[in-house]
């Protein structure tokens, strides 16, 4: 995970140590569950065991450590990297541009899908040496897992910052805002409704995705007033300067389930003049037209 400002309120880390000038916390929670870790492998006299953990949170530090030289490597030397036990943040102090934050946010992927690359590999080469494959399998897995969770355009993984910073790019960073977060969550609900419908991986899938769509849902609320517009929240999915979205979607419908009827009471008003048409077909004859408007200054 990628967060721009650092200002995380996480209760307790622990200093670990200074690497490449990046000092490294451990979160308390992660601590406690190495500790525990540590003694389930002393009691079972597997210690094979404890590899497994120690590549799953390197390979998430190397993660971070992408992010954070390449920040670095652009003058913004992140203050500190942070692990905790549901992954980890480098903290980006501002001030890079646009584009070079598209590069610092790009790098934590960058990393891990080498990472994965490199694990399946020496997992093919070395998979008929019982430990050693199995753990470059591992490595291999989890790495692909980092990357495909982060290049998801969904805020605020990297995929949706990278993406954000993308379209502010092009269209401003308001508009980037409000084309990017509806499409977040469409995404997240997407994901959610699948995550019911496997079992095995669903459950997970299902909480992560609720998690993340109450993060957007805040993220929302805290841009609220640029979504006060005539096309509301939903209405950016769709391209489109009227009612946009659902609007435009309705308008759709309408024409569409009324055009026979209002074909019929246009040939009327021809014939005989509008008065000829009762008060609920004039009604509905001049929704009709409206609705045709729209679409067409749309188009
Ligand atoms: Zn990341």
Redesign the pocket.
């Known amino acids: ?2 967060v721009g400002d650092g200002s995380h309120p996480l209760d307790r880390q622990f200093r670990v140590g200074k690497f490449f000038g990046i000092p490294l916390d451990l979160h308390i929670v992660l601590l406690i569950y190495a500790a525990f870790e540590v003694l389930a492998s002393i009691l079972t006299m597997n210690f094979v065991r404890l590899l497994s953990p120690v590549i799953l949170f390197g390979s998430v530090y190397l ?2 450590l ?2 954070a030289l390449s920040s670095a490597h652009f003058g913004a030397r992140p203050r500190r990297i942070v692990l905790h036990l549901f992954g980890g943040v ?1 903290e980006v102090p501002g001030g890079l541009s646009t584009k070079q934050q598209m590069w610092v ?1 790009a790098w ?2 960058i990393v891990s899908g080498i990472l994965a690359v490199i694990g399946i590999v020496f997992g093919i080469v070395f998979a008929l040496i019982p430990i050693v494959g199995a753990l470059f399998w591992w490595m291999g897995f989890i790495n692909l897992i980092l990357f495909i969770f ?1 290049v998801l355009p969904i805020f605020p ?2 995929g949706g910052q990278f993406v954000r910073q993308w379209v502010t790019l092009r269209s401003g960073a308001r508009e980037a805002i409000r084309k990017t977060l509806p499409w977040s969550m469409t995404i997240l609900i997407v994901l959610g409704m699948l995550g019911l419908i496997f079992t095995w991986i669903g459950p997970l899938a299902f909480i992560i995705a609720l998690f993340l769509l109450f993060i957007n849902y805040q993220e929302v609320k805290r841009h609220q007033h640029l979504f006060n517009g005539p096309k509301g929240f939903w209405g950016h999915l769709l391209p489109g300067k009227s009612g946009g979205g659902f609007g435009r979607l309705s308008d759709r419908f309408f024409v569409w389930s009324n055009r026979s009827k209002a074909e019929e009471l246009m040939r009327r008003t021809d014939e005989i003049g509008i008065h000829a048409l009762k008060p609920h077909e004039r009604q509905l004859l001049e929704k009709y037209l409206d609705a045709k408007f729209r679409l067409r200054g749309d188009a």
Do not use: K, V
């Open positions: 995970m990628f993660h971070e992408g992010h480098a946010i934590g992927p982060n993984l990297d």
